[in-house]
Protein backbone atom coordinates (compact mmCIF):
# COMPACT_ATOMS: atom_id res chain seq x y z
CA UNK A 1 0.00 0.00 0.00
CA UNK A 2 1.24 3.32 -0.86
CA UNK A 3 -0.41 6.66 1.41
CA UNK A 4 1.20 9.83 0.89
CA UNK A 5 0.25 13.28 1.71
CA UNK A 6 0.49 16.62 -0.07
CA UNK A 7 2.07 18.37 2.72
CA UNK A 8 5.08 15.75 2.40
CA UNK A 9 5.77 16.49 -1.19
CA UNK A 10 5.94 19.80 -0.45
CA UNK A 11 9.69 21.12 -1.22
CA UNK A 12 10.47 17.77 -2.47
CA UNK A 13 12.15 17.39 -5.86
CA UNK A 14 8.67 15.93 -6.43
CA UNK A 15 7.73 19.50 -6.19
CA UNK A 16 7.80 20.86 -9.53
CA UNK A 17 7.61 24.28 -10.74
CA UNK A 18 7.41 25.74 -14.58
CA UNK A 19 10.34 27.53 -15.57
CA UNK A 20 8.11 30.66 -16.41
CA UNK A 21 6.14 30.33 -13.50
CA UNK A 22 2.68 29.70 -14.08
CA UNK A 23 2.14 26.18 -12.44
CA UNK A 24 3.24 24.13 -9.96
CA UNK A 25 2.51 20.47 -9.63
CA UNK A 26 2.88 17.97 -6.83
CA UNK A 27 3.59 14.44 -8.35
CA UNK A 28 2.43 12.40 -5.52
CA UNK A 29 2.53 8.94 -7.35
CA UNK A 30 5.24 8.12 -10.44
CA UNK A 31 6.41 5.67 -12.75
CA UNK A 32 8.77 4.21 -10.03
CA UNK A 33 5.59 3.31 -7.71
CA UNK A 34 4.50 1.04 -10.39
CA UNK A 35 0.67 1.76 -10.37
CA UNK A 36 0.55 2.07 -14.83
CA UNK A 37 0.02 5.96 -14.15
CA UNK A 38 1.21 8.87 -12.13
CA UNK A 39 -1.39 11.36 -10.24
CA UNK A 40 -0.07 14.73 -9.85
CA UNK A 41 -2.09 17.76 -7.76
CA UNK A 42 -1.12 21.20 -9.98
CA UNK A 43 -1.90 24.45 -9.39
CA UNK A 44 -2.39 26.73 -12.77
CA UNK A 45 -2.26 30.26 -11.49
CA UNK A 46 -4.78 32.89 -12.21
CA UNK A 47 -4.25 35.13 -15.54
CA UNK A 48 -1.79 32.80 -17.09
CA UNK A 49 -2.50 31.27 -20.91
CA UNK A 50 -0.80 27.85 -21.23
CA UNK A 51 -0.74 26.03 -24.61
CA UNK A 52 0.12 22.22 -24.60
CA UNK A 53 -0.63 19.25 -26.63
CA UNK A 54 0.53 16.06 -24.84
CA UNK A 55 1.83 13.72 -27.47
CA UNK A 56 2.98 10.62 -25.93
CA UNK A 57 0.56 10.65 -22.97
CA UNK A 58 -2.93 10.51 -21.95
CA UNK A 59 -4.21 13.11 -19.05
CA UNK A 60 -7.37 13.18 -17.21
CA UNK A 61 -7.71 16.24 -14.91
CA UNK A 62 -10.00 16.99 -12.62
CA UNK A 63 -10.99 20.79 -11.36
CA UNK A 64 -10.98 20.86 -7.72
CA UNK A 65 -10.72 24.37 -6.86
CA UNK A 66 -10.47 27.75 -9.60
CA UNK A 67 -12.44 29.21 -12.35
CA UNK A 68 -11.33 28.85 -16.44
CA UNK A 69 -11.29 27.20 -19.56
CA UNK A 70 -9.90 24.56 -21.87
CA UNK A 71 -9.81 25.39 -26.00
CA UNK A 72 -9.72 22.24 -28.37
CA UNK A 73 -7.03 24.09 -30.83
CA UNK A 74 -8.56 21.63 -33.13
CA UNK A 75 -12.19 22.76 -32.95
CA UNK A 76 -11.98 25.97 -31.65
CA UNK A 77 -14.24 24.84 -29.17
CA UNK A 78 -13.99 26.16 -25.70
CA UNK A 79 -15.47 24.45 -22.32
CA UNK A 80 -15.78 26.31 -18.73
CA UNK A 81 -13.61 24.82 -16.03
CA UNK A 82 -14.67 25.24 -12.46
CA UNK A 83 -14.77 22.62 -9.12
CA UNK A 84 -16.22 19.21 -10.40
CA UNK A 85 -15.62 19.42 -14.23
CA UNK A 86 -13.47 16.66 -16.00
CA UNK A 87 -11.62 16.54 -18.97
CA UNK A 88 -9.96 13.76 -20.54
CA UNK A 89 -7.11 14.26 -23.73
CA UNK A 90 -7.58 11.43 -25.08
CA UNK A 91 -6.66 12.25 -28.77
CA UNK A 92 -3.65 13.89 -27.57
CA UNK A 93 -5.12 16.67 -27.79
CA UNK A 94 -3.37 20.25 -28.80
CA UNK A 95 -5.38 22.87 -26.44
CA UNK A 96 -5.09 26.53 -24.70
CA UNK A 97 -5.58 26.29 -20.39
CA UNK A 98 -6.33 29.80 -19.35
CA UNK A 99 -7.04 30.20 -15.24
CA UNK A 100 -9.04 33.09 -14.47
CA UNK A 101 -8.50 32.34 -10.93
CA UNK A 102 -5.84 29.84 -9.18
CA UNK A 103 -6.95 26.36 -10.34
CA UNK A 104 -6.29 23.67 -8.72
CA UNK A 105 -6.57 20.68 -10.62
CA UNK A 106 -5.94 16.87 -10.19
CA UNK A 107 -4.49 14.86 -12.81
CA UNK A 108 -3.40 11.54 -13.99
CA UNK A 109 -1.29 10.76 -16.57
CA UNK A 110 -0.27 7.18 -18.84
CA UNK A 111 1.71 6.71 -19.38
CA UNK A 112 3.20 7.34 -15.67
CA UNK A 113 5.82 10.05 -15.59
CA UNK A 114 8.79 10.17 -13.87
CA UNK A 115 8.87 12.77 -12.13
CA UNK A 116 10.90 15.73 -13.50
CA UNK A 117 9.50 16.27 -16.60
CA UNK A 118 8.60 20.21 -17.64
CA UNK A 119 6.77 20.92 -20.68
CA UNK A 120 8.77 21.23 -23.91
CA UNK A 121 8.44 24.10 -26.72
CA UNK A 122 5.54 22.35 -27.93
CA UNK A 123 3.49 21.96 -24.40
CA UNK A 124 4.04 18.04 -24.28
CA UNK A 125 6.56 16.24 -22.25
CA UNK A 126 8.98 13.73 -23.28
CA UNK A 127 7.65 9.96 -23.87
CA UNK A 128 10.18 8.70 -21.22
CA UNK A 129 13.22 10.25 -18.31
CA UNK A 130 13.81 7.03 -16.57
Not at 23 to 43: A, C, I, N, P, Q
Not at 69 to 79: A, P
Request: glycine residues 8%; hydrophobic residues 35%; charged residues 25%.
Amino acid sequence: MIVKSLDEIKGTEREVRAENGQWVSYRLLLKDEGMGFSFHVTTIFAGNDNFFQYKNHLESVYCVAGEGEIEDLETGIVYPIKPGTVYALDQHDRHRLRAFKDMTMACTFNPPVSGREVHDADGSYPADLS
